[in-house]
């Protein structure tokens, strides 16, 4: 059974860091794309980030620069590094799971690639 777990969500102010990270079983990280979407009520979930084969990674034009995703294959966890934070960027944070290694860039990529999901956690930043 596969079970993706994410954490390290909160409120933080304008311009501080978060980081994030999704603890996976049944699954190993290092053999699947893997990605971080968010998603605000009333609006579609949007992909942010993946990471795929050889640690290639994608981004929204509105996180590069900011956003930094990452594997630790030790212990089988996806992460996101936020920094720069924005009112924006506040919203639910979901990772997900595709069933192979490869990743389709985040521009034209999308949540019907992905199979397995987590519950999400909170992101909030003020102004």
């Known amino acids: 059974q596969v079970e993706l777990v994410e954490s390290g969500g909160g409120s933080v102010q304008a311009g501080g860091s978060l980081r994030l990270s999704c603890t996976a079983s049944?699954?190993?990280?290092?053999?699947?794309?893997m990605a971080w979407f968010r998603q605000v009520p009333g609006k579609e979930r949007e992909e942010v980030a993946n990471?795929?084969?050889?640690?290639?990674?994608t981004y929204a034009d509105s996180v590069k620069g900011r956003f930094t995703v990452s594997k630790d294959n030790a212990k089988n966890t996806l992460d996101l590094q936020m920094n720069s934070l924005k009112p924006e960027d506040s919203a639910m944070y979901y990772c997900?799971?595709?069933?192979?290694?490869?990743?389709?860039?985040?521009?034209?990529?999308?949540?019907?690639?992905?199979?397995?999901w987590g519950q999400g956690t909170q992101v909030t930043v003020s102004s």
């Open positions: 049944g699954i190993t990280v290092s053999t699947r794309c």
């Open positions: 990471i795929g084969e050889f640690e290639f990674t």
């Open positions: 997900a799971s595709r069933y192979v290694r490869n990743c389709i860039p985040v521009s034209l990529g999308g949540r019907s690639h992905f199979t397995y």
